[in-house]
Nanobody
Framework: VQLQASGGGLVQPGGSLNLSCAVP????????MGWFRQDPGTVRELVAI????????SYADSVKSRFTISRPSTENAVYLQMSSLKPEDTAVYYC????????????????WGQGTLVTVSS
C-alpha cells in the first residue's frame, strides 16, 4: 500500500508550502522517513530524511536553511515545511519510508508515496 502524501500546489517564488505524508494502517515497524523530488527528465533526488526517533535529519545542500523536515513522536508520518521557494524547487515530491536510514540515504527505500506536484512560478 502506498504512502499517502498531500500538500502540493502552486506557489509564487519566495512563498511557502507544507507537505505531509503518513504510512497507512497499523504497524509495529518504526520507519525512517524522507522526501525526494523529481523534475521531468532528471534523476529523482533526495530532499530530506528524518530518523525514526526524530533526532537525526539530513538535507540536500540546495534546501538547507529553507526546508524543515519533522515528524510526530509516535506515528509513522512526516512533514516538510518549505519556505523561500524558488522556481528550481518545482518538481513532483515523493515521500518514502524504510526501516533502515541508510536505505533512504541511498535512494532505495522500500515504500514510496504517489507523489505530489509542487510548482513555483509567478
Amino acid at each position: 500500500v502506498q504512502l499517502q502524501a498531500s500538500g502540493g500546489g502552486l506557489v509564487q517564488p519566495g512563498g511557502s508550502l507544507n507537505l505531509s505524508c503518513a504510512v497507512p494502517g497499523r504497524t509495529n515497524v518504526r520507519y525512517n522517513m524522507g522526501w525526494f523530488r523529481q523534475d521531468p527528465g532528471t534523476v529523482r533526488e533526495l530532499v530530506a530524511i528524518i530518523g525514526w526517533s526524530g533526532r537525526t535529519t539530513s538535507y540536500a545542500d540546495s534546501v538547507k536553511s529553507r526546508f524543515t523536515i519533522s515528524r510526530p513522536s509516535t506515528e509513522n508520518a512526516v512533514y516538510l515545511q518549505m519556505s523561500s521557494l524558488k522556481p528550481e524547487d518545482t518538481a513532483v515530491y515523493y515521500c518514502a519510508a524504510d526501516p533502515l536510514y541508510s536505505d533512504l540515504e541511498n535512494g532505495r527505500p522500500v515504500r514510496w508515496g504517489q507523489g505530489t506536484l509542487v510548482t513555483v512560478s509567478s
